[in-house]
T-cell receptor
Framework: DAGVIQSPRHEVTEMGQEVTLRCKPI?????LFWYRQTMMRGLELLIY????????DSGMPEDRFSAKMPNASFSTLKIQPSEPRDSAVYFC??????????????FGDGTRLSIL | GEDVEQSLFLSVREGDSSVINCTYT??????LYWYKQEPGAGLQLLTY?????DMKQDQRLTVLLNKKDKHLSLRIADTQTGDSAIYFC??????????FGSGTRLSIRP
């Protein structure tokens, strides 16, 4: 039973470059979430989708960040251009039927992003 | 806005019980969760409790909920070295969001 799959696991790139993070949710889950985790700010919700449609992107820090979900089994989070302050661990999570409730969110192992 | 607060660190001796505490502000939170994060991994759901319950037990884990004080705790009995991790408390808020605490880092002393 595959969980949420994220790629790459680690990404190191120079500032100004475009970064694309990928996520495959659990099959059948219709909610997908992108989070960012840093020491200073903890775990922050960036955006979430329901049935491939973005519902709440109020956590996206600025226009350099964009997220898409072209189909039920794939989502991307893109940063262009990247900056050193974007360095963090980015998590994707998915859930069945709801943001929360008795169907909790299941997390991937994250992408550790370092912008030099 | 809604908030969830936890202490940052807890150190216990192997074999003792660990108690991790959490407070939340949204009194209409219906579900409260405990997640565990091991180094280099994502958050793993440990257990959750519905707001009409005041206790839930699952093997070595006991969750206590005090709705009046908006206080949640996670007790781990017979703490083992494998329990070393960061534990996150989270609340499903009335705004249809899950609000996470900052996490409590549990370390185990021999």
């Amino acid at each position: 039973d595959a969980g949420v799959i994220q790629s790459p696991r680690h990404e190191v790139t120079e500032m100004g470059q475009e970064v694309t993070l990928r996520c495959k949710p659990i099959s059948g889950h219709d909610y997908l979430f992108w989070y960012r985790q840093t020491m200073m700010r903890g775990l922050e919700l960036l955006i979430y989708f329901n049935n491939n449609v973005p519902i709440d992107d109020s956590g996206m820090p600025e226009d350099r960040f964009s997220a898409k979900m072209p189909n039920a089994s794939f989502s991307t989070l893109k940063i262009q251009p990247s900056e050193p302050r974007d360095s963090a661990v980015y998590f994707c999570a998915s859930s069945l039927n709801s943001v929360g409730g008795s169907q909790p969110q299941h997390f991937g192992d994250g992408t550790r992003l370092s912008i030099l | 806005g809604e908030d969830v607060e936890q202490s940052l660190f807890l150190s216990v001796r192997e074999g003792d019980s660990s108690v991790i505490n959490c407070t939340y502000t949204d009194s209409s939170s219906t579900y409260l969760y405990w997640y565990k994060q091991e180094p280099g991994a994502g958050l793993q759901l440990l257990t959750y409790i519905f707001s009409n319950m005041d206790m839930k037990q699952d093997q070595r884990l006991t969750v206590l909920l005090n709705k009046k004080d908006k206080h949640l705790s996670l007790r781990i009995a017979d703490t083992q070295t494998g329990d070393s991790a960061i534990y996150f408390c989270a609340a499903y808020s009335s705004a249809s969001k899950i609000i996470f605490g900052s996490g409590t880092r549990l370390s185990i002393r021999p």
